[in-house]
């Protein structure tokens, strides 16, 4: 079992950042590809980035790519989601995900572990 735990969330305002930090515990020991997710009030969850289990490949989803940076510290087994630029349609409670492989996952459903979410309010 993997137990997860987002922070970082908040209020910015348009063009402004926040970091998101996903702490793992229980086990860690395992290799575990990690992904970034949100979901917006009437909408479906959807894919925002991925990490591989050394943080050697990346992934993202076009609508963050070049705004977003997903990097990750096993030592501290913490992944990181700096968003950068943000826009007002980036508003979403983020959640980070794991699962006990290296394969490019970009489907909610084909992910095990889960956090809670943490808020994220961009204003205009």
């Known amino acids: 079992q993997v137990q997860l735990v987002e922070s970082g969330g908040g209020l910015v305002q348009a063009g402004g950042s926040l970091r998101l930090s996903c702490a793992a515990s229980g086990r860690t020991s395992s290799p575990y590809a990690m992904a970034w997710f949100r979901q917006a009030p009437g909408k479906e969850r959807e894919f925002v980035t991925w990490i591989n289990w050394n943080g050697g490949a990346t992934y993202y989803a076009d609508s963050v790519k070049g705004r977003f940076t997903i990097s990750r510290d096993n030592a501290q087994n913490t992944v990181y989601l700096q968003m950068n630029s943000l826009k007002p349609e980036d508003t979403a409670v983020y959640y980070c995900?794991?699962?006990?492989?290296?394969?490019?996952?970009?489907?909610?459903?084909?992910?095990?572990?889960w956090g809670q979410g943490t808020q994220v309010t961009v204003s205009s």
């Open positions: 995900a794991a699962r006990g492989n290296n394969q490019l996952l970009t489907t909610p459903a084909r992910y095990v572990y």
